[in-house]
């Protein structure tokens, strides 16, 4: 399968999720149709989470101090937060 940019993977994921969804195609179209969309569905899992892995988010430190914590760390840590408040309202 050829490589595709995320954006136009979802994309040709979405229309093939369609053209499932109708069910109008024969068998073997069907299958064909559904291997294509898994293909496209682990190759957009996988850029998902090599981006997820490449982002950090800059942190200033109590001594003022700028580092960078993994995007993951930080979202966990800022939904512990809100819970402590009680939630968002």
Known sequence: MK??????AMK???????KLEEGNL??????ELFEEGMSLYKMCSK???ETQSKI???MK??????????L???EEKESVKEED?????
């Open 3 to 8: 490589e595709f940019k995320f954006e136009d």
């Open 12 to 18: 040709k994921l979405e229309e093939i999720v369609q």
């Open 26 to 31: 024969a068998l073997e179209k069907s299958m």
């Open 47 to 49: 850029k998902l989470e």
């Open 56 to 58: 950090e988010v800059l």
């Open 61 to 70: 430190s109590k001594d003022g101090k700028f580092r960078s914590k993994p």
């Open 72 to 74: 993951k760390e930080t």
């Open 85 to 89: 408040k009680g939630g968002l309202f």
